[in-house]
């Protein structure tokens, strides 16, 4: 048996690259150990979030599924710092943890070019001579052929389960775990970091006392996260959050048991993730605080759900024994009676050095071997969906003989996060932050389709029909701008919406900071003929024109340095005069650009400088 890709893993990464290379049109199979687990949320029922919400949107730009599922999955959808600036604005949904799985599997079994087939990989199989995947061999012994593999592994890899003192051979949900992939990557030559993650206990939502909580509502206007189609849901039926407090009965508990808890009494060995700590770490590093913020978040509204009436406590992670768990539950306002319906846990698990995978994915080991999501010491569903379309893209494009789609830090939050792990590498979880992308201004969540769309189109992963929709999107937006400009709106119809107003130009007009789309309509309703996103789009980049040029000259900078390309197989011992400690990171990363080497940690501009002269002495202009 054998298929052009082999995707290994139906989480959130593997959806998205099966569903690529199987759009695209090769012959793909996924191996999953539990088809009724693909698109399964184990921690957190909700997609997007600040900076993630973005990645979803670029996903959904590029072709991917995430976005569109999870419009349909929706429970409750708020646009997040709303009142600030574009850069940081980004949705969130609450998602259905039973519809949005469901959905997602019959998108996958309704895919053509696409098997999905149950099994646990525990071989890779490689032909030694030229370094290169041939096919995996399951648990069963059943051996498949590939001319590429996708590793989209997650938290399965040697995984366990820690509650106290006590270590569960299992993955989520008590599934089967792979329990010699990872020795057999360490064969090949990857180095295997061990990482941990946790989740909080579920509530039973008839135990609550509602009246001790604040109501955190869902906005009242419609948001998507597709491109492709507006949401229907009803804006006044959305599910409702609820906000309360830790107190320092709940502190006090914690302290008391602390040398119960998993981490804290040394039981477990993985680095857990410094932006999602669990709540024991919250009371040891932030002792200060007499409180911490946590949500009581619906997980499902579908009445036959095993997830109906169960509640979510977000900010509640914890890895201490049952009892304890009990105990701190009970402390907190409003679920002093609380039933618990399942317990929190702490789960670790193997994953890869990142900087032993190009800015493609692909190994740097093994030639057509791509890997994607938290094998690559990310945490996230959207952090994962992120890279599983770039190796599902890549692995194409290469099977084609192209060259591959890496994204550059000005262009997406994909490219910065790819950028950063391949570049920086990591020693525990990464989360994408709004922080970390130093272009933001330009990388919004309202503009992804304009920046991205046209690589999925060029990949195969955008279809005709969507493409057009993009270029009638795009012509839109030059009228709008030409109108905006040679428009004048005399002073007596200003009047009558603004102080102190003088005749002026629509694109003068929506410079001032008090205007939005729905007080340009007013003065000049005949722009009640531009689609919202259009007329959106254009406001935003005219009221942050200053800024956005500023951007891209600052950007502009940084693609000449991605433009002087590194041998892959340079000898850095031959570069005169470089510091040690730059020779040994740049001969572990392998950077593949100018740019690229300027952002390793331990290398100087100096380093930089002579590494440049150097290319230029030796393989001419590059």
Not at 225 to 248: A, R
Request: include cysteine.
């Amino acid at each position: 048996m054998k298929y052009e890709v082999i995707v290994v893993g139906g989480g959130h990464a593997g959806i998205e690259a099966c569903y690529a290379t199987s759009k695209i049109g090769h012959n793909t199979i996924l191996i999953t150990g539990n088809i009724k687990n693909i698109g399964d949320m184990p921690c957190n029922p909700s997609i997007g979030g600040t900076s993630k919400g973005v990645i979803v949107r670029e996903v959904d730009a590029l072709g991917g599924l995430m976005g569109k599922i999870a419009d349909k999955s929706l429970l409750q959808m708020k646009m997040l710092n709303g009142s600030k600036g574009p850069a940081v604005r980004c949705l969130r949904a609450q998602a259905d943890k039973e519809t949005y799985p469901k959905n997602m599997q019959e998108a996958l079994l309704n895919q053509k070019n696409l098997s999905i087939l149950e099994g646990i990989v525990e071989d890779i199989v490689i032909d030694d001579n030229a370094k290169k995947v041939k096919g995996v061999v399951l648990s069963s012994g059943m051996m498949i052929e590939c001319d590429s593999l996708i590793l989209t592994t997650g938290t399965y890899l040697k995984s366990e389960i820690l509650r106290g003192s006590e270590k569960i051979p299992e993955g989520p949900h008590g599934e089967k775990r792979s329990d010699n992939l990872s020795d057999r990557l360490r064969e090949l030559g990857f180095k295997i970091i061990r990482l941990k993650t946790g989740t909080p206990p579920r509530i039973d939502a008839k135990t609550v006392d509602y009246s001790k909580m604040k109501e955190e509502l869902g906005d009242d206007v419609h948001y998507s996260f597709s491109f492709d189609s507006e949401s229907d849901y009803d804006v006044s039926k959305q599910e409702k959050c609820y906000l309360i407090y830790t107190n320092e009965k709940t502190h006090q508990i914690i302290r008391d048991n602390l040398s119960k808890s998993s981490m804290y009494g040394g039981y477990v060995s993985g680095v857990g993730p410094r932006y999602c700590p669990s709540i024991e770490d919250k009371i040891v590093k932030f002792a200060d605080k007499e409180k911490h913020i946590l949500f009581l978040e619906p997980q499902s509204m579908d009445i036959e759900s095993q997830y109906y009436d169960a509640l979510y406590l977000q900010g509640f992670s914890t890895s201490m024994p049952i009892d304890v768990q009990d105990e701190m539950v009970h402390s907190l306002e409003g679920l002093e009676k609380a039933k618990i319906l399942e317990y929190a846990y702490a789960i670790e698990y193997d994953a890869i050095d990142p900087l032993q995978i190009k800015p493609s994915l692909e190994s740097k080991h093994i030639e057509n071997l791509f890997t994607a999501g938290q094998i690559n010491g990310t945490s996230g569903y959207e952090e994962a969906a992120g890279q599983g379309i770039i190796a599902g893209i890549n692995a194409s494009k290469k099977l084609k003989g192209i060259e591959p789609l890496v994204l550059k830090r000005n262009e997406s939050y994909i490219g910065v996060l790819i950028d950063d792990l391949v570049t920086k590498g990591t020693i525990e979880p990464y989360r994408m932050l709004t922080s970390r992308a130093e272009y933001r201004l330009i990388l919004r969540h309202d503009n992804a389709d304009l920046r991205l769309r046209d690589y999925g189109y060029q990949a195969g992963t955008i279809d005709e029909d969507q493409k057009r929709r993009l270029d009638e999107k795009r012509a839109s937006m030059s009228r709008l701008n030409e109108l905006i400009r040679v428009t004048k709106i005399k002073k007596d119809l200003l009047e009558k919406h603004l102080r102190n107003a003088s005749s002026c130009s629509l694109y003068d007009l929506i410079k001032r900071p008090e205007i939005d789309s729905s007080i340009l309509k007013q003065i000049y309703p005949e722009l009640e003929s531009f689609d919202k996103d259009v007329l959106e789009e254009v406001i935003i980049e005219t009221k942050y024109e200053g800024y956005i040029v500023k951007t891209y000259k600052d950007a502009e900078k940084l693609l000449k340095l991605e433009n002087k390309q590194i041998p892959y197989d340079i000898d850095y011992a031959k570069v005169k005069n470089l510091a040690s400690e730059a020779r040994q990171k740049l001969e572990a990363v392998r950077p593949v650009t100018i740019a690229q080497a300027s952002r390793i940690s331990g290398v100087n501009p100096a380093d930089i400088e002579i590494l440049a002269v150097y290319l230029k002495k030796e393989y001419g202009k590059r």
